[in-house]
């Protein structure tokens, strides 16, 4: 649930994400069960093809899963996820991940996430959530 200023428990929960903050991930908007969050490929994310490795790939996509499922409120989790890879990226792409919220049900919820160079499509993301209870 978004505050006044628009801020929901996904924006608490990337402030305090030092993985995806140290690779330069900027959270763009977070709120409704849906997020979007950018990465831009640098030179030590390349893989010996002189290709973005599919890694950071992924990170990029879960972080932004991570975003939507935990913009409701309650601390979320992934449960699982899958990502099919359909376009190389190259250093400095700037790439944009869109997470949506597909079903939620109970503690579960399945988010989909389109990952997004200049307007192509290079991978997309499925996710499996699982909200947890806090010690």
């Known amino acids: 649930m ?6 929901t428990a ?3 929960m990337f402030d305090a994400d030092v993985a995806s903050k140290g690779l ?4 763009v908007s977070a709120g409704d069960g849906a997020a979007v969050a950018r990465m831009r490929v640098t030179a030590a994310m390349l893989n010996g093809h002189a290709i973005g490795h599919g890694g950071f790939v992924f990170l990029l996509a879960d972080t932004a899963f991570a ?3 935990n ?6 989790v992934a449960a699982g996820g899958e990502i099919s890879f359909l376009r190389p990226v190259r250093e400095g792409d700037l790439l944009e ?6 079903v939620r049900y109970g503690r579960s919820g399945i988010y989909d996430v ?3 160079r200049d307007g192509e499509v290079v991978a997309e993301f ?5 909200t947890i209870a806090r010690d």
């Open 71 to 76: 913009s409701h409120g309650p601390a979320t």
């Open 24 to 27: 330069g991930i900027e959270l």
């Open 67 to 69: 975003l939507a499922c």
């Open 10 to 12: 996904a924006h608490d």
């Open 97 to 102: 991940a869109r997470a949506g919220e597909r």
């Open 126 to 130: 499925r996710g499996r959530s699982r």
């Open 114 to 116: 389109t990952v997004w």
């Open 2 to 7: 978004a505050g006044e200023d628009g801020r």
